[in-house]
């Protein structure tokens, strides 16, 4: 326990994985994994991966701007967070199959070509970038490969949030503005840190 109370490093890992999991598939599977169970299973990881996303998002701004133990424990389990959110979003994705494989014109109608290529794209970043969270693979490829592959990584993964909890948000889904407007101030918040870093000459991973 770190001292704000909060789990930290694996143990925080362990303990969010199994809340994701509990959650995420006890539900759906509660309901013989129907089509519609699967699809609320699929928001709800979607939105547990936004949460942890944001929090190893902003962790070094929030430090730097608003010292304090909360903002060091972000900082201090930054690696954690990001892995808990592969981790969510690796149940995301099963679940996505399953729902194809459950629903497979519900999943045609709403999916598109732009959306699995994006998707994929993410996916693949969330892959690399948390294989390299480990030392040795940091290692391997070196602190500014490092630095590249993190910051294009996170960035992206930014931007596909908010165009898919944009258009969730323009159907008429008032959690999703609520979870855009959080995107927006996490965005803020790496700016101004940026720029209040002497001597930063790129923004903070």
Do not use: C
């Amino acid at each position: 326990m770190s001292d704000t109370g909060f789990p930290s490093g694996w143990r925080f890992f362990w303990l969010s994985s199994a809340v994701v999991l509990v959650i995420g598939i006890g539900v759906p599977a509660a309901h013989g994994f129907e089509t519609d169970a699967l699809r609320w299973g699929i928001r709800f990881t979607a939105r547990s991966s936004a949460v942890l996303f944001l929090l190893a998002f902003v962790a070094s701004a929030m430090v730097r701007l608003f010292p304090s133990a909360p903002s060091r424990w972000l900082r201090a389990n930054r690696r954690h967070l990001g892995l808990a959110f592969a981790f969510s979003h690796g149940v995301h994705a099963g679940q996505i199959i399953a729902y194809a494989s459950q629903g497979p014109q519900q999943y045609a109608a709403a999916v598109t070509p732009d959306m699995i290529i994006a998707g994929s794209i993410g996916y693949a970043l969330i892959i690399l970038m948390a294989a390299t969270s480990f030392q040795r693979p940091a290692a391997m490829i070196g602190r500014s490969a490092w630095s590249i592959l993190h910051l294009a990584g996170i960035s992206w993964l930014w931007l596909q949030f908010v165009i898919a909890f944009g258009k969730r948000a323009a159907m008429g889904g008032p959690i999703y503005w609520f979870f855009l407007g959080l995107f927006a101030v996490a965005l803020a918040l790496r700016i101004v840190a940026w720029r209040r870093s002497a001597g930063q000459t790129s923004l903070p991973t």
